[in-house]
């Protein structure tokens, strides 16, 4: 798992949100970008998670931030999330794990000492110029938006 670090430009990439409309990375040039990934929509870490980052939407706005949500679900399963919890922005269904591996956030995990490989929740920012300025390795999913907006 080679995972991006500050000062790597983002590789271009292409997927697909909840509505099956395609989005590129090119698509935020000159925009300042958060890409947060959790592991599985509607699961309560990532609830959490999502729904701190949705009460904080107008304060990233503000601050001239588009956000992007990325997991290998489903698009039904990521428009389910999206409406249940009334989330503004989009969510990638990366189910051939395209931005997964992009980002290098896909590798071995261990939970309750089982190994297996999954989504590792991390988030990374990405200034106007497509480089990441900071990496967020250990997300507290409760306080999302203050680990963000310092």
């Known amino acids: 798992m080679k995972t991006l670090k500050v000062g790597d430009k983002v590789p271009e990439f292409t997927s697909k949100d909840q509505d099956g409309n395609t989005i590129n990375l090119s698509d935020y040039k000159g925009k300042k970008l958060i890409v947060f990934f959790y592991p ?22 503000e601050q001239g931030y588009e956000l992007l949500g990325v997991t290998a679900d489903s698009a ?19 189910e051939d794990h395209t931005v997964l591996n992009t980002f290098g956030v896909w590798g ?16 990374f920012v ?25």
């Open 108 to 123: 071995p995990k261990k939970f309750m000492g089982r190994a297996y490989d999954g989504i590792h929740r991390m988030t």
């Open 76 to 94: 039904k399963r990521q428009t389910n999330f999206k409406n249940k919890y009334k989330l503004p922005f989009p969510l990638l269904a990366d």
């Open 126 to 150: 990405i200034d106007e110029t497509g480089v990441v300025s900071e990496v967020i390795e250990k997300v507290k999913t409760k306080d999302h938006a203050a680990q963000l907006l310092h």
């Open 40 to 61: 599985k929509a509607s699961t309560p870490g990532c609830t959490v998670e999502a729904c701190n980052l949705r009460d904080n939407y107008h304060t990233f706005q």
